[in-house]
């Protein structure tokens, strides 16, 4: 089955700074990956998500790149806010077996003012 | 249009007591799923319904039954708690097996003491 190995665990930035967040997935069949925010005490939301046939998906302040030759998976987030600090998840999910999502354990990212 | 709904929000079970854990989408999603979260192991499936009329396990299935009891609805039952099932417990729902679309209830934290 699919395995998802996401770094950091704790990522600590100043306001302003951009952070970066690494997912990396083992099943070559995997096709579609999303990535979640989770506030405190809330349920995780979707925030962005990539397809295989695209390298690079932007939205505002946050991006989405996907390198399928390495299987690897990041999200960045520009200009971060105090408001950005939560976990994050990745995802991954294979299209041609279960496609049931494997998440990442989470980041948790602290925006400091 | 609420989304997924789950009850109650917050439970105390004894040790040994059974209890079960409501979940209802309004999107007509086919696909439904549960996931416990403890800290620092991300979300890990326990039992997921890719349609009406089929259940299946997930990662960690023991301890846990569920029913698919009609399109919406997708109950997960706790026969004999145990304190290791002391979690937060997320419901999900999609519109098809490949994860799109995924939305999460807002949760309920069990503790079992």
């Known amino acids: 089955g699919e395995n998802v190995e996401q770094h950091p665990s704790t990522l600590s930035v100043q306001e302003g700074d951009s952070a970066v967040i690494k997912c990396t997935y083992s099943?070559?069949?995997?096709?579609?990956f999303p990535w979640y925010k989770q506030e405190l005490g809330k349920r995780p939301q979707l925030i962005i998500d990539?397809?295989?046939?695209?390298g690079e998906k932007k939205d505002q302040r946050i991006a989405v790149t996907l390198n399928k030759t390495a299987k690897h998976f990041s999200l960045h987030i520009t200009e971060t806010q105090p408001e950005d600090s939560a976990v994050y998840f990745c995802?991954?999910?294979?299209?041609?077996?279960?496609?049931?999502?494997?998440f990442g354990r989470g980041t948790s990212l602290i925006v400091h003012p | 249009n609420a989304g997924v709904t789950q009850t109650p929000k917050f439970q105390v079970l004894k040790t040994g007591q059974s209890m079960t854990l409501q979940c209802a989408q309004d999107?007509?999603?086919?696909?439904m799923y549960w996931y416990r979260q403890d800290p620092g192991m991300g979300l890990r499936l326990i039992y997921y319904?890719?349609?009406?009329?089929?259940?299946d396990k997930g990662e960690v299935p023991n301890g846990y039954n569920v029913s698919r009891l009609n399109k919406r609805e997708f109950s997960l039952r706790l026969e004999s708690a145990a304190p290791s099932q002391t979690s937060v417990y997320f419901c999900?729902?999609?519109?098809?097996?490949?994860?799109?679309?995924?939305?999460f209830g807002s949760g309920t934290r069990l503790t079992v003491v």
């Open positions: 990539i397809r295989s046939n695209v």
């Open positions: 999107m007509n999603h086919n696909s």
């Open positions: 099943d070559s069949a995997s096709n579609y």
């Open positions: 995802a991954a999910i294979e299209g041609g077996g279960s496609y049931i999502p494997t």
């Open positions: 999900a729902s999609s519109e098809n097996r490949g994860g799109e679309g995924y939305t």
């Open positions: 319904s890719a349609s009406e009329g089929t259940t």
